[in-house]
């Protein structure tokens, strides 16, 4: 297990830029490419509702639509705007993120779930999606 206080920053960075103004719930992610590179995204909402996408999602389609396709970890923060640098809320991937997050990464990939740099929690991402459906399922 590595220090993951650096990436949680880097989600922290990303969530300043979370634009929320329907749900007012700001979550930023930080995913480490296997080059090394740190791809950092935001919620993105929209008001017709449907087209919001999540901060996850937009970190791996950043990543992916620049040339990287392997991952070795993702740092996710998120709660209410008004929280800043320690939240009291920790967000887990929703269920389309761990999805899309199983296209590219392996079962073992870590996911923290952090609440400041200092506080945080690991989970495998096969933990968050047991049994999943990958491109080795078809
Ligand atoms: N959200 C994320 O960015 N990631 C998740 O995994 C869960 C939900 C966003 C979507 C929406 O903008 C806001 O949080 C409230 O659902």
Partial sequence: ?????NLI?????AREFSYSPYSHFSVGAALQGQSGKIY?????????????N???RTAVFKAVSEGERAFTAIAV?????QE???????????????????EFCSMDMEVIVARS??????YTLGQLLPQAFTPQSL
Avoid: W
């Fill in 1 to 5: 297990m590595l220090n993951y206080s």
């Fill in 9 to 13: 920053a880097e989600a922290l960075k």
């Fill in 40 to 52: 950092r995204g935001c919620n993105v909402e929209s008001c017709a509702y449907g087209p919001t």
């Fill in 54 to 56: 999540c901060a996850e």
């Fill in 77 to 81: 923060v998120g709660a209410p705007e």
């Fill in 84 to 102: 800043k640098d320690t939240l009291t809320h920790t967000a887990f991937p929703c269920g389309v993120c761990r999805q899309v997050l199983a």
């Fill in 117 to 122: 740099c200092e506080d945080y929690e690991i």
